[in-house]
């Protein structure tokens, strides 16, 4: 699994722009108050502390995530949101998978479809490229003069991580999505922080696009990223490393 996340460039993956990092925790606000509106304590509501630790690694302020929480129990109160799939193909038969909270199916599912139309790629039925794809959890770590090798491998070890790999700046630890939330709590326990740290489709192997098809299909996630139900999307596409987002 060596390789998937790409974080080799850590400071430019930490500095992204204020209209993006206003994107994400849009996103992510949504998906804090979804996850928080039946129990808004993340003690005893393990899927909340998993959205909680995703957007702690994403740099989102805690009085940003004290905020989302607080609205479950009030702006979505007369909303339901549902947690839909969406598989596709993008340009060269590149394999797509969609992650959208929605309280408009159709609406969703017409911005998408348009989206990947107008970038050659289209819409297709469930199943149809999730089989490419494992389900992980995946959290990424960076690596300093505390926390060595053989300590990591001491901790995969005694969480009982599925797996983990030494990349160059960084330590990548998978977990199957069942015992993500032990093995998360078991890092932040240790008082180690994320750089990413979520449950995500993660593909069995990439392709490489030509240049030309490959600025089209860069494109086309730029556009799906800007709708406001999505929440994440996955690929099987090698990107360049400044585009590597999932």
């Given at each position: 699994m060596s390789g998937h996340s790409k974080w080799h460039n850590i400071q430019a993956k930490k500095g992204k722009t204020d209209a993006a990092r206003g994107a994400i925790f849009t996103k992510l606000g949504r998906e804090l108050a979804v996850a928080a509106k039946i129990n808004p304590n993340p003690d005893t509501n393990s899927k909340l502390a998993d959205v909680i630790a995703k957007a702690k690694a994403a740099n989102m302020p805690n009085d940003n995530i004290k905020r989302?929480?607080?609205?479950a129990a009030g702006e979505l109160s007369g909303k339901d949101y549902k947690e839909l799939t969406y598989e596709?193909?993008?340009?060269?038969?590149?394999?797509?998978?969609?992650?959208?909270?929605?309280?408009n199916v159709n609406r969703t599912s017409g911005d998408i479809s348009a989206t990947m139309s107008r970038c050659g790629g289209q819409m297709g039925k469930p199943g149809c490229v999730s089989y490419q794809f494992d389900n992980k959890g995946v959290i990424v770590i960076e690596k300093t003069v505390k926390l060595d090798e053989d300590t990591m491998m001491e901790y995969c070890l005694e969480a009982e991580a599925e797996d983990y790999s030494v990349e160059e700046d960084v330590y990548e630890v998978y977990t199957t999505p069942e015992s993500f939330s032990t093995v998360r709590k078991y890092f932040e326990d240790k008082g180690v922080s994320f750089l990413e740290a979520e449950i995500k489709m993660v593909p069995q192997t990439?392709?490489?696009?030509?240049?030309?098809?490959?600025?089209?299909?860069?494109?086309?996630?730029?556009?799906?990223?800007?709708?406001?139900d999505v929440q994440n999307v996955y690929h099987n596409v090698e990107l360049p490393e400044e585009d590597e987002e999932d």
């Open positions: 989302s929480i607080a609205k596709g193909y993008g340009v060269a038969g590149s394999a797509v998978i969609i992650k959208t909270l929605t309280d990439t392709i490489t696009l030509p240049e030309d098809k490959l600025a089209t299909f860069i494109k086309m996630l730029d556009k799906l990223d800007e709708l406001d």
